[in-house]
């Protein structure tokens, strides 16, 4: 949002510089992004008038001119053009001036006549047509009357003389999304009252219902639509006041009713549109959706096909404008218009965002309306139209006007203590004081009792509740105010059940290990799931899809997070990255999850990671998962073989805690990394950190045991298919109280065995807090341990 500081000041007097007075607002949560200052890459160029004119001697296309410039004698300019007068007003470029362009004009002989500067053309000065209203730009420049006099600097004239305040407005905050609404802030952070416009104008004893009535048949999506006329129009440009304002703005001034509905909806921040009454076919307006193939030429010469989504501005013929967005070809003001109907409505943010992108079409008037657009606002603006009208002499307003409302305008009231505003805050603020920053925001607040009672402004439609009232009375006050204390640091066991802290420890730990997060889209393409290999049936295909999308290879919400991992990969080996470690926490839409009776879909937060071949191996990363989720959760994971077609049949497992699957990891299947154009090895592990329930399991400190540790060794002979980690469960759910570790560390196969066999080599250690184990005490845990590995899995012990 640009506001010009001499448009600002019209509403607020600030005795400070534009510099404090950004750092102020800024102080108040504003997001001042800059200072745009005055046009400084025109210099010394001025408004001269022809007052003498002759033809060269030694030229048949060059002419002399003796230009006014407001100094005791006229300037000598020699010129080609063939559009200049004497008396007309041009721009000139004296000796040893710059032009936008970057050219640097000097005096010297043209065919042996001095000439002290050069006459200036609209596109020498960087004009496009319709800048400078009613002049061509590739001739000289020629100036109106109105606008100029001999030696004033053409920026005044072109109105490159404002600075610009850059703000970057927040989609909570769409009340600043206008000039006034920033006015209010501005006054609120240099501590004065704004004034405000309060329009008044004349109205004739005619009523607007002989020219217009209007029909709303989509409620839901205009809940108030308010129209006036004005009639007697007189087409013409806008005043020079008007025209400054607009263009340092950035909008073009056109003519003076169009340029009316731009300064009201920069002003306040409500798109207005003006109809050209007698093209409003039997004078019936008319707001509805779309029909099926209906299509409209809109105010830029395009032809638009709507769908059945879109609102409408309609006549009883036939589509108007786009409602919200640009107006009808066939509507719009010309210098003949005679009566005018303005228009001033709220519709609904969602549905205008929607077809906004659907069409393309990103307008001033549809990025206001997707943010949300106060009803009441509406009402303010027409009037502010109609006295506008008035002012600049364009037309005669009509007495009365239309409203269709179906919308509750009531303020809303929100009730907080003063002990909770200075709890949260962690202030001692008296009521007084609260009552204060609160009124400077614009919020009527009175106290009952022991609670203010805070009437919130109907423009700011961002507050909710007694947290927004805090906000408030903290910025107004002043964040620099607020006294700094200690923070009170309790770490405790429900704080950890927080999803998002056990996400940030895990980020923390992957990162101490070497790994980088990515940041990929939401959305898939059913090309990705081909790539993976993933069947016409799988349940990963029944994917939500959505109605506009970036493009078909992003037309559906992801239902796993591999596709996107891999596209990254491949895209950094591309690069030359070989050693790569990623991870990303994101969600998944999940099939099972899909919207029924148009409920959105359930959305599963989930991590996946990655790692080459040259960062490390399958156990490499098995590793990585064990420890990163016994950091977040305190959790054992255990692996065991399986997983999808997708991975290397050989190098895969399903990972599961608590007896409940949480994911998957593998290496990607080679015929799969081909068709996302990897070359080397890569092994992935992605899991659903829904699925991970309990609680976290806490570790306590525990002394060194003083007593030593006596270890075992076993290796068994077992069938092929056998998983080393249900072997691993069994040892340590049999060993007796003694068995402080067991691990496997060796699988041995040979013919001697079998082809069907394979030896499991595993390790135990028993110790005692009490003492000093003895050999029958380790031996009955033993044949414990053996006994029930042969009962689950027909063990025998290797000879």
């Known amino acids: ?30 997001a001042v ?23 060269h001697p030694d030229a048949d296309k060059l002419q002399i001119c003796q230009i006014d410039i407001g100094a005791e004698e006229p300037v000598q300019i020699v010129t080609g053009a063939d559009n200049v007068f004497e008396g007309a007003l041009v721009p000139a470029a004296l000796h040893n001036s710059i032009l936008p362009s970057g050219m640097h004009i000097k005096k010297g002989k043209l065919r042996g006549v001095a000439s002290n500067g050069m006459l200036c053309s609209g596109e020498e000065l960087c004009l496009k047509e319709g800048d400078y209203p009613g002049a061509e730009v590739y001739g000289i420049l020629i100036l109106r009357e109105e606008d100029a006099q001999p030696g004033q600097d053409i920026r005044e004239v072109m109105m490159w003389d404002d600075t610009v305040l850059d703000f970057e407005v927040g989609a909570n905050r769409p009340d600043c999304l206008s000039v006034l609404g920033v006015a209010r802030e501005a006054a609120a952070a240099v501590g004065v009252k704004p004034a405000l416009p309060a329009p008044t104008f004349a109205e004739n004893d005619e009523n607007v219902a002989d020219y217009i009535k209007v029909t709303v048949q989509d409620p839901d999506l205009c809940p108030r639509y308010m129209a006036r006329a004005i009639k007697n129009v007189k087409i013409g440009p806008s005043p020079k006041w008007m025209q400054q304002r607009l ?20 002003e306040m921040g409500q798109p207005m549109h003006a109809f050209d009454a007698k093209d409003i076919h039997g004078d019936h307006i008319i707001v509805r959706r779309a029909a099926a193939g209906e299509s409209i030429i809109t105010l830029d010469g395009k032809e638009r096909a709507l769908s059945e989504n879109n609102l409408l501005i309609c006549d009883e013929a036939g589509p108007i404008g786009i409602a919200g967005i640009m107006g009808g070809e066939n509507s719009e003001i010309k210098e003949d218009t005679a009566t005018v109907i303005f228009e001033s409505a709220k519709f609904m943010y969602g549905n205008i965002r929607k077809t906004s ?44 006007y239309v409203d269709v409302c179906c919308e509750d305008l009531t303020a809303k009231i ?9 709890g949260r805050l962690g202030t001692e603020l008296g009521v007084e004081q609260m009552v204060e920053c609160l009124e400077k925001a614009y919020i009527d607040t009175t106290v009952e009792g022991d609670e203010l009672v805070c009437v919130i402004p109907r423009f700011r439609t961002d507050m909710d509740g007694k947290a927004d009232i805090s906000e408030e009375v903290a910025r107004i006050y002043g964040y620099d105010n607020i006294p700094e204390h200690q923070a009170a640091v309790h770490f405790m066991l429900d704080e950890m059940a927080d999803p998002d802290a056990k996400k940030d420890i895990m980020r923390d730990y992957l990162c101490a290990q070497g790994y980088f997060e990515c940041v990929t889209y939401s959305f898939m393409g059913m090309q990705d799931l081909d790539k993976l290999g993933v069947s016409d049936t799988d ?24 596709p996107a991992m891999l596209e990254v990969v491949a895209s950094n080996l591309n690069y030359k990255t070989d050693v790569l470690r990623l991870f990303e926490v994101s969600r998944t839409f999940l099939p099972e999850q899909l919207p029924l009776n148009g409920t959105l879909p359930e959305e599963h937060p989930a991590i996946i990671l990655a790692m080459t071949e040259d960062a490390g191996d399958f156990y490499a990363l098995k590793g990585d998962v064990e420890n990163m989720l016994l950091a977040a959760y305190g959790k054992s994971v255990r692996f065991a073989g399986g997983g999808a077609n997708y991975w290397h049949p050989g190098r895969k497992a399903v990972l599961s805690v608590d007896g409940t699957v949480i994911g998957e990891m593998g290496e990607v299947h080679p ?3 081909e068709n996302f154009g990897i070359g080397k090895r890569v092994t992935v592990a992605v899991i659903d950190l829904t699925c991970i329930t309990g609680e976290k399991q806490v570790h306590r400190y525990a002394p060194i045991p003083r007593f030593p540790a006596i270890e075992r060794d076993i290796a068994v002979v077992v069938a092929e298919d056998t998983e080393a980690g249900a072997m691993l469960d069994c040892i340590r759910a049999n060993g007796g109280k003694y068995l402080e570790q067991a691990a496997l560390f060796d699988i041995y196969r040979s013919a001697a065995l079998g082809a069907d066999k394979k030896s499991m080599a595993f390790s135990m250690r028993f110790r005692s807090a009490e003492g000093t184990l003895s050999d029958e005490q380790i031996q009955k845990g033993m044949e414990q341990i053996l006994a029930a590995l042969k009962e689950q899995f027909g063990a025998e012990l290797r000879a």
């Open 414 to 422: 929100i009730r907080v203590t003063p002990a909770y505003i200075n």
């Open 671 to 673: 015929a799969v990394a």
């Open 539 to 562: 349940p990963l295909r029944k994917a939500v899809s959505i109605i506009n999308p970036l493009g078909d290879d992003r037309g559906y919400m992801r239902t796993t997070l591999v």
């Open 357 to 400: 992108r659907e069409l393309g079409m990103a307008t001033e008037a549809s990025m206001r309306f997707s943010k949300g657009i106060d009803a009441t606002v509406a009402e303010y603006a027409l009037n502010r139209a109609c006295q506008l009208v008035e002012m600049l002499g364009a037309g005669e307003v009509v007495g009365g």
């Open 1 to 30: 949002m640009k506001v010009p500081y001499r448009w600002l000041q019209d509403y607020v007097q600030i005795d400070t510089d534009i510099h404090t007075l950004a750092d102020a607002l800024v102080m108040t949560g504003n």
């Open 33 to 55: 992004e800059g200072i745009l200052p005055p046009r400084e890459d025109c210099i010394n160029v001025v408004v001269g008038r022809i007052v003498k004119l002759e033809k």
């Open 247 to 266: 263009v340092a703005a950035g909008v073009r001034p056109i003519s003076n009713i169009v340029d009316i509905t731009n300064f009201v909806m920069l």
